[in-house]
């Protein structure tokens, strides 16, 4: 078999699942990358997988003219058909289908069987979650399930994979192409598990906007947090930096101990941070997210956590026992949950247990398995 994944954005999660998809499916199967060249570069030579450049990678909608939603997903259309016809797959995988989904529905059928990977979805959080939407994020949510509802019921459209479990068990009391659970793949470097002296502080690690909350972080330590340790490692999108150095300039004038490389740090290096801090700081300001692929890299290194408790990977940490989830309004509740772990040289004994069966029972080698089944190419 034959099989094209289809991948127009580049930067953190994008490149990972690329490999990771890649990884799984390479040993069974004929594997097309069609990327631009960033998601390339880093797939690297030991995969034995076929390459197709797409150039720049997708570029962001409003950052110019004629770069509005509609004009960007149908030049992806048009762009994910070019590579269908330069690979002659038997399957395809859009592997964040989650932009074009209004426009995929209805664009001319494709020569191949197509899969989407929808990263995110909001329908579910009120009812599996607890998580109230406003009108305005009810409306989108439900249109876009509308949206992927017309898009299963094509004859091109094989399978939609979710990093949900809520979302997919929603897909599959519908009709059509069949909606598939995807676990978090596997660590690509397992992190040091450090005895609890060598440990010491807060770790932030990840793409960083607006969404990762540290507006809220600066205000939560602006008192009472003198020589607290805190490390961020990550890349901050472009517009977001000038505000970034205002926050981070609060926290050092309160006293906090930064420690920052806004680069792209070796994922290794990133890794042995994990593994040396009491806790790891998630995000306090984005409810969207299914859950955080940092939750499973603290997991990893048994690192607990903190994280608002108004998002789907919040209620994750509440129910596997991982870490403390604040308010994320309240800046008080988020200190005290900080230095209530990176005070106590214990905090990662504690949580230790509930860190590993997140990490290797519930996610484990599943990535793999299930992406094989998908295609049946596990026999």
Known sequence: MRICLFEWNAGGHHNFYARAFAEALAPRAEVVVAAPEPVLAELGSDLGVTTHSLGEPRPRP????????????????????ESIAASRPDQAIILFAD????????????DCRVSAFVMFAKAQLPGSYG??????????AAF????????????DAYAVFGLDQAAVAR?????????????????????????????SGCFLFGSIDR?????????????????????????PVPEYREQLERELAALREAGVKVETDLTRVPYAAAMEAMGGARCALLSFGWKEAPGSRVLIEAAGARTPVVIGNDNVAGRIVERYGLGLTPDPDDPAAIRDAILELALDPGAPARYEENLRRYAEEVHGDRFVEQVRAAFELDR
């Open 131 to 140: 998580l109230p939407l406003s009108p305005k994020e009810r409306a989108r």
């Open 211 to 235: 969404r990762k909350g540290i507006d809220r972080l600066a205000a939560a330590l602006a008192e009472g947090c003198e020589g607290l340790p805190l490390t961020i490692y990550g890349s």
């Open 62 to 81: 409003g950052a110019g003219e004629g770069l509005d939603k509609a004009t960007l997903a149908k030049r992806e259309i048009e762009l994910l058909r």
């Open 144 to 155: 876009k399930e509308l949206s992927l509802a017309r898009w299963r019921r094509r004859r």
């Open 171 to 199: 897909w599959q009391r519908r009709r059509g192409a069949p909606a598939r659970w995807l676990a978090e793949p596997r660590l690509e470097v397992e992190p040091p598990r450090r005895r609890p002296e060598e440990r």
């Open 99 to 110: 932009p074009i989904l209004r426009w995929l529905a209805s664009a001319p059928r494709f």
